[in-house]
């Protein structure tokens, strides 16, 4: 299982957290652990909770290149106690 951040848009329509990479590449956000994401994105910060094997299936939805486990995530890129 992953935790994936996720940002709800005003239709409540849900995409997962892609960024952008060190090396121009997207990188989907992927935490093995709740609490990790929850240190890292923030307190408030939304989430889904998925099977791996459904990687696949999020990557044809959400175009990313790499996936990024258990992220470093700065604290400038945090407002409201979830990610900007």
């Known amino acids: 299982m992953l935790y994936l951040p996720i940002r709800i848009d005003e239709l409540g329509r849900q995409f997962v957290e892609v960024r952008p990479h060190g090396d121009g590449k997207r990188a989907l956000l992927a935490f093995t652990a709740l609490d990790r994401l929850a240190t890292q994105c923030g307190p408030e910060q939304p989430w889904i909770v998925v099977q791996t094997d459904r990687l696949g299936e999020i990557k044809e939805a959400f175009l990313f290149d790499v996936v990024s486990f ?7 890129l945090r407002a409201e106690g979830k990610l900007r």
């Not at 258990?70 to 400038?76: S, T």
């Open 70 to 76: 258990d992220p470093v995530i700065g604290a400038h």
